[in-house]
């Protein structure tokens, strides 16, 4: 497995990858949910390469970024043993020079839920996604449903700014009783991480009944917040239920739907969802 | 030579066109500047394409959309017997879908000049280069240096947002009389016509006066503006002294600099440009 930092290092080991090559945009601190994008970018590519960058420009100022864990030799030793053929590691200074100023930004998506609440995150997404897509140069890119509006709106970039790549979602990964894996968790101490669960119960109760053919939006709103506010560490930001295209939210009855929500445990703020009858 | 409207279609032509590829992109109604440009793309190329596309997102409201010149037939009779391999006309509504809502913002560059004139212009520019670029995906890309701008804020994108792609600036086209070439030229009555050259004498002096060992600014600026007062049918818009790379204005001694100026003669707003000293 090969590895690099700089630009122009990168684009001479491309050169040598076999397409069709696939992408895995990453921030580090690899759990399994990573690992399952590297496994379906493998079973559908002929090389793999993964970008490990913690991309300032999707931090607010009060958010995590300079507590963001990581670990880049456990995550080397791990990408190796997935085969993967080349790891990039960009600095941020060469990411983003001093005199740095161009933006790509996705409007009427990124108006809604995570955008609502952490205003320039999308911008800061679509930026560095476009710079790893110009640089890499994939035919696949491979992303997590766990970040689901981040999915939506990379999608809308490709297609609006006519990029030549496919974006494959991959499903949620999640710990044994339910809760979607993330970097973040290791945020959580003992009583927190117990409580964490209560964003898939919520979800899972809705699904549940949806599954036995309840349709309407309120009640099931009304039932994942229900389960939310039962939980005292948990401090709801907020709960949706949105159409899986425009994002925007469902009144009345539900045909599909995409169901998130973020949660603080905590500290912590977590997400997740899951998604409402057939795409 | 072949053309094509859809991206599809477009592709499909891309595939068997060899690299290195130059993309000239143009909104038609050609004239010499636009085929310097094609020439030096085929000395440079292997293969060439010409992209013609009256592109809506450039344009503000108030501004000349509708009655911009256009001559089709003309334009692809000239660009056969240039040789160009490959026409793409895309229409606006295959390039602006109505969920259409993603944007490529270069800002610091585009707060001066002709941005400042025309807030949102260059973001349209500059969006609508990302989607020729990813749709043609060339290895090089010419612009005229009449719109001195314009270059250096696609060069500014292209390095800020990783695109593999060189920026290649072509010599102003000029008039026997001086007047630089341009599809709005073709607004101009036979008395505006006339008047119009007064951006080039008034360029050309200050080029004189600098040639000669001046190096104010302040005078230089001054030597321009008398000029252009005295021009009853010119209305200047700006008249800038700036730093090359960052647009800054200009105070006190020059080194090198862009001389650039608007000015309306009559209602046609004309743009042109020299710049003094090496770059």
Chains 1, 2 share one sequence.
Request: glycine share 4%.
């Amino acid at each position: 497995m090969k590895t690099t930092s700089t630009i122009n290092q990168l684009r001479k080991k491309r050169e040598s990858l076999t397409d069709p090559l696939g992408l895995v945009p990453t921030m580090g601190y690899l759990h399994d949910g990573h690992l399952s994008l590297v496994r379906q970018a493998k079973m559908e590519c002929e090389s793999v390469v993964v970008s490990i960058f913690v991309n300032p420009t999707q931090f607010s100022a009060t958010e995590d970024l300079s507590s963001y864990p990581r670990d880049l030799d456990r995550d080397l030793e791990l990408l190796k043993q997935e085969g993967v053929d080349l790891v990039w590691i960009p600095t941020v200074e060469e990411m983003y020079p001093p005199n740095f100023q161009t933006w790509v930004t996705v409007e009427r998506l990124t108006s809604f839920l995570e955008g609502r609440s952490r205003p320039e995150h999308f911008r800061g997404v679509t930026t560095v996604v476009a710079k790893l897509f110009n640089a890499v140069l994939p035919q696949r890119a491979y992303f997590g449903q766990k970040d689901a509006q981040q999915s939506i709106v990379v999608r809308q970039m490709v297609r609006d700014l006519n990029m030549p790549i496919e974006i494959v979602v991959c499903p949620t990964v999640r710990e044994p009783d339910g809760l979607a894996m993330s970097s973040r968790n290791s945020y959580l101490n003992h009583e927190e991480r117990k409580a964490a669960v209560v964003l898939y119960r919520a979800l899972a109760q809705a699904a549940h009944h949806f599954a036995e053919g309840e349709r309407d939006s309120e009640r099931i709103r009304q039932a994942m917040l229900e389960i939310l506010t039962n939980e005292p560490l948990a401090e709801i930001d907020y709960v949706s239920i949105a159409d899986l295209e425009t994002l925007d939210e469902i009144q009345g009855e539900i045909d599909k739907a995409l169901l998130s929500m973020a949660v603080k445990i905590g500290p912590t703020r977590l997400i997740d969802n899951v998604i409402l009858g057939n795409r």
